[in-house]
């Protein structure tokens, strides 16, 4: 009798430890149903804690579901339960995976490697929005490789935008990596190209950058951004006649588009107003913009974007005149310094004075009420300063005292 009582009392503490395990786990469930996810994550952490609900597939399917609602919670305090919870939630899925050899909760996996890799893609939006690139970069890796590893699948797009967060983050090696897969891939990017090139340039290698440009060109020959970039290393490297070149092919690709001729000119407005560059690969971009505004006002008189800028690049060429001369005058403050300061002051008076016709042309094409009204405004108050055009001045700091509500 003794070891029969003894077989039936053992018989009832297992069925107790399976019975509590279940349990956590049943109460887990029941939780995430009523939306009290902390009461969840408290049950289902628990279960782990008995080695049979360890060894138990369902025990990590209902974990992962838990922390994956964690993440998704509005609820900041809620999703402060766990500093990374999805990380757990690829975890118990993996575990899941492991312990499920007889497929009896297969359903239950697919439906979670389903969601799972949305939300850790979002995840890494996240991360790249707030300039984390290698979180982001590594949470797209992530989101690809459950999606190729479960599903058999290739999601491109999430691989091009974990090869652009490690470039964003300057991680160049696993850039180059991943947007060399992209190639592979024949993933149709011609962004890949122009990245290549730029992560070359910054690993000092013009001749690779150039290489991989002319590569993309074969590919997409009409692509502005390979174009752009092509010239840009010409003109970096001070070929301008092949930086004219290449960037008239951009031109003759659509010759009556304005807003080409103002890309064109922006570009070289951006290379101008680069004071890392020298005098004359300033002096040569300053002299295409003006060519490319002009042509893009030419085809269309009303583009303000083009007018304002034509009259700023003016006036910034005369503000690089005038810096040169002070700065002359100062090593040489003599008559002969004075005299040659003299000679650049006309040059920059005559240069600010090409940009009035164009900001006062820009002024009038707004109303008080757009976004660009107060940047015009500031832009011919610091001319007519420059100018010594006092009327002019009291009359544009009358209106800007006005749009900003302040007294004489």
Not at 37 to 49: R, S
Not at 128 to 143: I, K, L
Not at 254 to 278: I, K, S, V
Request: aromatic residues 10%.
């Amino acid at each position: 009798m003794k070891q029969i009582l003894s077989a039936v009392v053992l018989s009832l503490v297992f069925a107790g430890m399976v019975y509590g395990q279940a349990r956590d786990v049943r109460r887990a469930s029941a939780q995430i149903g009523r939306g009290n996810l902390a009461l969840a994550k408290q049950y289902i952490d628990a279960a782990l804690n008995d080695p049979r609900a360890a060894a138990d597939a369902q025990t990590f399917t209902v974990r992962a579901q838990v922390y994956m609602e964690i993440f998704n919670s509005p609820d900041s305090a809620v999703r402060n339960l766990h500093p990374d919870p999805l990380a757990v939630a690829d975890q118990a899925l993996i575990r899941a995976q492991e312990l499920d050899t007889e497929n009896r909760r297969m359903l239950d996996i697919q439906r979670f490697l389903l969601i799972l890799p949305e939300l850790i893609y979002n995840n890494a939006v996240e991360h790249f929005q707030n300039n984390r690139f290698e979180q982001a970069s590594n949470a797209f890796m992530r989101s690809f490789d459950i999606v190729q590893t479960s599903f058999n699948t290739i999601d491109t797009t999430t691989l091009y935008n974990a090869a652009l967060a490690a470039e964003m983050g300057n991680n160049f090696p696993k850039a180059l990596e991943l947007y060399n897969r992209l190639i592979e891939l024949n993933y149709p990017q011609p962004f890949i190209f122009s990245s290549l090139a730029t992560i070359q340039l910054a690993k000092g290698d013009t001749a690779k950058a150039l290489e991989v440009l002319g590569v993309g060109r074969e590919k997409y020959p009409e692509n502005l951004n390979l174009i752009f970039t092509e010239a840009n290393i010409y003109i970096f490297t001070r070929q301008t006649d092949k930086a004219k070149n290449i960037l008239q092919l951009a031109v003759n690709l659509d010759p009556l588009n304005p807003n080409l001729h103002f890309a064109l000119g922006a570009n070289f407005d951006n290379m101008a107003q680069d004071t890392l560059r020298t005098v004359e690969d300033r002096l040569f971009a300053y002299n295409q913009a003006v060519q490319a505004y002009q042509r893009a006002i030419e085809i269309n008189p009303e583009y303000f974007d083009a007018i304002y800028n034509l009259g700023v690049l003016h006036f910034n060429e005369g503000v690089r005149i005038f810096e040169a001369a002070d700065r002359q005058l100062r090593k040489n403050p003599t008559t002969a310094g004075f005299r040659a300061y003299q000679v650049e002051e006309k040059r920059f008076q005559e240069q600010w004075l090409k940009a009035q016709p164009f900001l006062e042309k820009a002024l009038t094409m707004i109303n008080s009420d757009d976004p660009n009204y107060d940047i015009v405004i500031v832009s011919l108050m610091q001319l007519y300063a420059r100018t010594n055009q006092p009327e002019k001045l009291q009359e544009i700091q009358a209106i800007y005292r006005q749009i900003r509500g302040t007294e004489e």
